[in-house]
């Protein structure tokens, strides 16, 4: 089993629809997750960041974490074509030595259709 | 502004040939980072250093070498001992070495051989 398991699409939307993206693993070690937006032929562009169960807020995007079923989620409401990019999950443990590496699911390819 | 630089954009090596790849942040991050990504593969760790004239390598170091003589300065050089050396190069920094900062990344710079 992987450690991180993303969907890698493609997924397709309307302009405006509700955009729900996911990654599970396998690590308990685990404790903080990032969301990564990959516009094509760019670095990765940090969304979110969030290290406890439950929900964060930033504008559009909500992150939800939940550690007891080793599940996260990016939603993106009224979704727009400038969302369409790569969305990358990433984790990472807390303790010792190995909080430097960041452990990545391979992307979900996002397009919203005006 | 602060951020990562990478260059060049686009590089291409010929066979038995070294080249180097530039990162240079002005973000005052203790800690870099290169990543290799290819398709369907997600991100893959080649080297970090978390503190200047200390490297380490990650998961696929081989064919590849760093220095960390600067700061700001954390170069990839991919030596001809790498088979398969085409490939999306990101650089990455983090405030605090051993800190659970996120990662934030340059925009990259793509290799093919000629």
């Known amino acids: 089993q992987k450690e991180v398991e993303q969907d890698p699409g493609p997924l397709s939307v309307p302009e405006g629809a509700i955009v729900s993206l996911n990654c599970t693993y396998s690590?308990?070690?685990?404790?903080?997750f990032m969301w990564y937006r990959q516009y094509s032929r760019k670095g990765p562009e940090l969304l979110m960041y969030?290290?406890?169960?439950g929900n964060k807020e930033d504008g559009r995007f909500t992150a939800q974490v939940d550690k007891s079923s080793k599940y996260i989620s990016l939603f993106i409401r009224d979704s727009q074509p400038s969302d369409s990019a790569t969305y990358l999950c990433?984790?990472?443990?807390?303790?010792?030595?190995?909080?430097?590496?960041?452990?990545f699911g391979k992307g979900t390819l996002l397009t919203v259709n005006p | 502004d602060g951020g990562i630089t990478q260059s060049p954009k686009y590089l291409f090596r010929k066979e038995g040939q070294n080249v180097t790849l530039s990162c240079e942040q002005n973000?005052?991050?203790?800690?870099m980072y290169w990543y290799r990504q290819d398709p369907g593969q997600g991100l893959r760790l080649i080297y970090y250093?978390?503190?200047?004239?200390?490297?380490q390598k990650g998961d696929i170091a081989e064919g590849y070498s760093v220095s960390r003589e600067k700061k700001e300065s954390f170069p990839l050089t991919v030596t001809s001992a790498q088979k398969n050396p085409t490939a999306f190069y990101l650089c990455?920094?983090?405030?605090?070495?051993?800190?659970?900062?996120?990662?934030?990344f340059g925009d990259g710079t793509r290799l093919s051989i000629l």
């Open positions: 990455a920094s983090k405030r605090g070495g051993r800190s659970n900062q996120p990662q934030h």
């Open positions: 690590n308990s070690a685990f404790q903080y």
């Open positions: 969030t290290y406890s169960s």
């Open positions: 990433a984790m990472t443990e807390i303790s010792g030595g190995s909080n430097y590496k960041l452990t």
């Open positions: 973000l005052n991050h203790d800690a």
């Open positions: 250093s978390q503190i200047v004239n200390d490297f």
